[in-house]
Structures are given as structure tokens and as C-alpha cells.
């Protein structure tokens, strides 16, 4: 067993063959949302179960493997990434950004954006910084260390969009300035534009994603943020 591992919820036109080269570092579990899945059982453990991603993540807890009594414990990883099924990062930047977790000793924290389809400003790559400690990761590919997934984990039921979760997630952690960041020296592409009238994820959710996070922020006592930066470690030259 890796030290680390990738968490995916995937569909027939996931980018996690990108993920799946041989020269890993981590493992791999896919959670396919959909039929005929290609590469799915070339991962380390392969799901098939309807849902949206928070949720089914939160299922392995109890998931078994392959008609197996084996179920996997995510809480056994040093730490866990787990990007949207349409984010292209290769393998070589998903080795690179679990030994920034551990050399930084990060709790949360997410690679930076390519400038296309993007939610916060705040998540794209700056050219003169290695990270940056904030207040936010976002839900579409952050990384957990094994601490801050079993503090979160629970989270995970809030809703069904995720919108608000990553709200709650610093606040969980005690709002720590210098353990969540964004990481400059590795960038990854969203892929899908963010369609919250026609994108197929959207029509699917039983409820509106701005109301998910009104309900979280109400029920937690808590702002929606000003995302902050608390401190920039730049890139050597």
C-alpha cells in the first residue's frame, strides 16, 4: 500500500486515465457514477455506485471491495487527493503535490488553476509564488491530510452540490493560518465550463447550490468568507 491515495467519482468521459500511470505514487480508488466505465478496474479499488461526489466518498466508509469483505479505510492514507473527474493533472503533478503536503506539513490544500473556468479568482496561478497559506480550498480537487479528513469527513452529507462545504472546512480546522494553502508550483485545468442552468451535474441535484450554502452558513453560525492570504512562500529563481 502507497502512503497516499486519489479518490475520483469518474463518468464514461473522466480524464482519470491521466491519473493511472505507472510511475504513481499513490493509489487509486474510483467511484464510477455511470455504466462501462473505461480503466476503472485498472485502479487499486473500483466502485460502481449512483451519487454525487462527497456523498459516495463518504460511502466507502462502508463500501466493499469487488464482492470482498475488504473495505477500504481512507483514514490508514497519509493523504488524500480528490479531484473532479474533468481536471486534467498528470500523474508526475499528483506525486509532486503529496510531497508538498508533507514537506509543509499542510492540512488542506488544492493545486493552483489554469485561468479558464474557474469559481474564485483567488485559486489561480500566481507566477511568483510557490503557495500561498489561506482560509480556502475548494471543492473540486482538494488534498487532505489524514488529520483534517477525519475531522471533515462528516461533512461530506451536508448536501448533495458540496457548494458551502469547503466554507466549513476551514472553520472545522479551527481556521489555521498556516495549514490550508493553494499550490502555485502545481497547476491543473478545469476542463467543463461551470454551467449552473445546462450543465448536466447541476440538473441532477436536488436542490439550488446557493441555497446549499446558505443552509451550511446558517446551520454552522458562520460567514460566507473574504478568501484570505495569509502568507506567500515565493519560487526560487
Known amino acids: 500500500m502507497n502512503k497516499n491515495l486519489l479518490i475520483a467519482p469518474v463518468g464514461y468521459e473522466g ?5 493511472l500511470h505507472p510511475a504513481r505514487m499513490y493509489d487509486i480508488c474510483l467511484i464510477a457514477y455511470e455504466d462501462n466505465v473505461p480503466w476503472l478496474y485498472q485502479a487499486d479499488w473500483a466502485f460502481r455506485h449512483d451519487g454525487f461526489k462527497y456523498n459516495l466518498i463518504y ?8 464482492n470482498t469483505m475488504q473495505v477500504l479505510d481512507m483514514l490508514k492514507y497519509d493523504y488524500i487527493f480528490m479531484p473532479d473527474p474533468d481536471i486534467f493533472i498528470t500523474t508526475k503533478q499528483i506525486n509532486n503535490l503529496f510531497a508538498i503536503m508533507k514537506h509543509y506539513d499542510l492540512w488542506l490544500a488544492q493545486p493552483s488553476m489554469l485561468p479558464y473556468n474557474f469559481s474564485h479568482p483567488e ?10 497559506y489561506t482560509n480556502y480550498c475548494e471543492v473540486m480537487m482538494p488534498c487532505f491530510s489524514k488529520y483534517a479528513l477525519n475531522i471533515c469527513l462528516e461533512s461530506f452529507m451536508e448536501n448533495q452540490s458540496s457548494w458551502g462545504m469547503d466554507i ?10 498556516d495549514k490550508i494553502a493553494i499550490i502555485d508550483e502545481i497547476t491543473a485545468y478545469h476542463t467543463k465550463e ?11 441535484i ?32
Open 59 to 66: 460511502y466507502l466508509k462502508t463500501a466493499k471491495k469487488n
Open 123 to 132: 485559486t489561480v496561478h500566481q507566477d511568483n509564488s510557490y503557495l500561498r
Open 206 to 237: 436536488n436542490s439550488n447550490p446557493h441555497i446549499d450554502i446558505c443552509r451550511i452558513c446558517d446551520k454552522y453560525k458562520i460567514e460566507y468568507p473574504n478568501i484570505k492570504e495569509y502568507k506567500r512562500i515565493l519560487k526560487e529563481l
Open 15 to 19: 480524464l482519470h486515465a491521466n491519473w
Open 168 to 177: 466549513l472546512w476551514n472553520e472545522l480546522l479551527g481556521k489555521p493560518e
Open 194 to 204: 461551470i454551467d449552473l442552468e445546462n450543465g448536466e451535474f447541476y440538473k441532477k
